[in-house]
């Protein structure tokens, strides 16, 4: 059974979620802003990632690594439910190679650092649910 946020529809996806940021009302207003900032990082080194991997097509020699590239933005194409892109955990999994291909070319640095900016979003969540865990065994 294939999951109903593969099915393609005439969405834009992760650009609709860019333009359409989740609203974290159960935050604080600070927590709220911090966490939308984030979010926006994410999605802007998602899409500056897949953009870069286009760009790199004509330069990459290796045949597998092309088709890699080509696969990964299809896939990013694809993904059209803004419910995918609602969470960083979403879809930080499936488009990691994607952000580990351009890291093998020409420009390492600018490929880690759209890396990073997904990164950062996904480890704000950790640090939620770290603390979280911390409370529930302090018994708070």
Same mark, same amino acid.
């Given at each position: 059974?294939? /999951?109903?946020?593969? $099915?393609?529809?005439?969405?834009? %996806? +992760?650009?609709?979620?860019?333009?359409? /940021? $989740?609203? @974290?009302?159960?935050?604080?207003?600070?927590?709220?802003? +911090?966490?939308?900032?984030?979010?926006?990082? #994410? &999605? !802007? %080194?998602?899409? !500056?990632? !897949?953009? +870069? !991997?286009?760009?790199? *097509?004509?330069?990459?020699? =290796?045949?597998?690594?092309?088709?890699?590239?080509?696969? @990964?933005?299809?896939?990013?194409?694809?993904?059209?439910?803004? %419910?995918?892109?609602?969470?960083? @955990?979403?879809?930080?999994?499936?488009? %990691? =190679?994607?952000?580990?291909? =351009?890291? #093998?070319?020409?420009? =390492?640095?600018? #490929?880690?650092?759209?890396? *990073?900016?997904?990164?950062?979003?996904? &480890?704000?969540?950790?640090?939620?649910?770290?603390?979280?865990?911390?409370?529930? &065994? #302090?018994?708070?």
């Amino acid at each position: 059974m294939v /999951p109903s946020w593969v $099915i393609p529809h005439l969405n834009l %996806g +992760i650009l609709q979620r860019a333009l359409e /940021p $989740i609203s @974290y009302s159960q935050l604080t207003p600070l927590v709220s802003k +911090i966490a939308r900032v984030l979010d926006e990082l #994410a &999605l !802007a %080194g998602t899409m !500056a990632t !897949a953009v +870069i !991997a286009m760009v790199r *097509l004509r330069s990459v020699r =290796p045949a597998a690594q092309k088709v890699s590239l080509v696969l @990964y933005v299809l896939l990013l194409v694809a993904m059209t439910r803004m %419910g995918f892109w609602s969470s960083a @955990y979403s879809f930080s999994r499936p488009f %990691g =190679p994607l952000f580990v291909l =351009p890291m #093998a070319g020409d420009r =390492p640095r600018t #490929a880690l650092m759209l890396a *990073l900016l997904v990164d950062l979003r996904v &480890l704000a969540e950790f640090q939620s649910q770290a603390l979280h865990v911390v409370q529930w &065994l #302090a018994g708070g």
